[in-house]
């Protein structure tokens, strides 16, 4: 483990053992046996053995870590029932982030959008949505959590919540990506942040983005290919950050395409990443295509790229048409 990692656990455990402390004086008969752990979570840190597996001395997993900074044994060593508690636990936030993602047969002012959600594991740190607007306008979304496993997939469901909440405010977007960012950062620890994109779809065929730090999103027309690069930090970085947007029009026809990185850097057997130059020449390639059948193309051309090897990141896609 890092040893920048050190101080978020002391800071986890400290808090912990402050409101175990508080409740003690209650009838609680648990709090005595979780102050006990918490004590010797932090025995351990002071001795350099926090986060090494009891059983076998490897390190602990830090998404687990980051989720319960209690735990004392690698993924490998869990018993039978805690295996199944993890695979009973897993099995529902997936369901639960099958559920938050966007209706496909959702109705669109002027506009035909498509996705693909593939996580690598049973669950996923990339973010999807598509949310109305109060204005007949559409926001469409997509971003990734820093990290992977449960943690990130909890810290989408907190982003997503927390996106829904706000653009039903009616904010300008530069506002609604400070605000979100700001509360990402206060409710989060500090290694936590997320690239996004965020744009608002006009039905007259304007789109307004904000690029949080996340892979640039591409505009493909009849003009060709065009890359809208990112105008600000990913959010959560820092608590005072600030962001710009800028408006595109969008012919009939014409297509925006979004992706994660775990496009991007798919990676072949021989070890070369699928790359921004292969998804240009792609994207223009079925630049006629509608929504679905682009995301599908993509889809293909990204698994013959990387053959048979399972995914080692999440894979997230989303293309947005003006009708």
Known sequence: MEATELP???????????????????????????????????????????????????????????????????????????????????????????????????PLDGWSVAYRYQPAGPVSGDYCDLIPGNAGETYFLIGDVAGKGVAAAMLMSHLS???????????????????????????????????????????????????????PPLVIGADGVTRIHATGLPIGLFCSEQFSSHTVRVS??????????????????????????????????VADMPPAALVDALVRDVAAFRGAPPLQDDVTMMAVRRL
Not at 10 to 16: A, G, K, S, V, Y
Not at 35 to 50: I, K
Not at 161 to 169: F, Q, V
């Open 252 to 285: 009939p026809g014409d297509s925006l395409l979004l992706y994660t990185d775990g496009v991007i850097e798919a990676r072949n057997p021989a070890g070369a990443e699928y790359g921004m130059a292969r998804l240009c020449a792609l994207a223009a390639s």
């Open 8 to 106: 978020i656990f002391r800071d986890q455990l400290l808090d912990r053992r402050q409101k175990l402390e508080a409740a003690a004086a209650g009838p609680i008969p648990e709090v005595a046996r979780l102050l006990q752990e918490v004590d010797a979570a932090l025995g351990r840190l002071e001795a350099g053995t926090y986060g090494l597996c009891e059983a076998c001395g490897d390190p602990v997993e830090t998404s687990r870590l980051l989720a319960d900074p209690l735990i004392r044994v690698c993924l490998d060593h869990l018993t039978r029932s805690e295996q199944r508690a993890l695979e009973q636990d897993l099995e529902l936030a997936s369901n639960i982030q099958r559920e938050l993602l966007p209706k496909r047969d959702a």
């Open 161 to 215: 919540a927390m996106l829904r909440t706000l653009i039903s405010i009616g904010l300008p977007l530069d506002q609604l990506m400070e605000r979100a960012s700001r509360v990402f950062c206060e409710s989060t620890l500090p290694a936590h942040y997320a690239t996004l994109v965020c744009g608002r779809a006009h039905p007259s065929g304007d789109v307004e983005i904000c690029n949080a730090g996340h892979p």
